[in-house]
């Protein structure tokens, strides 16, 4: 069996972070949402449970992280393309996201990065595996220090 993921994110306002994930791409699962929680779907294993403040806090006792001001978890999702990549890039900032560094092309690997409206961080990147094998492979590797005597 499968495993699916379901990443859980504070939102200050849930309705703009709905609208937001629909307009990159997400679908909504109304099974799973009400006026604490909207549960959006990115593939049949991934969904995202934006959850007002209220609503998150009943899962933990740690405080919630103000994304905007500090890192607490960049999440890295696969595309088919470095087109892909640039769509949801492009969709995102189109809904009021903001890219907030530079593009990453390796050749074989390239990403880019965006941030949703509560700063949450997502990397859609794209691989070209075969080639990243080759790549690896081909790159020298440090040999360790002899054991002393």
Known sequence: MSRLIFVNLPV???PAA???YEAIGFANNPTFTDETAACMVLSDIIHVMLLTHE???Q???KRI???REAS???ICI???SREDVDSITGRAIAAGGREPREKQDYGFMYGRSFEDLDGHIWEPMWMDVEA???TLNEAPHPQPAPAAA
């Open 72 to 74: 607490e978890v960049l």
């Open 132 to 134: 990243a094998t080759r």
């Open 65 to 67: 992280a103000d994304a």
């Open 55 to 57: 609503k998150f806090a």
């Open 12 to 14: 200050a306002d849930l």
């Open 18 to 20: 709905r609208a937001f």
């Open 78 to 80: 696969s595309a088919d």
């Open 59 to 61: 899962f933990t006792p």
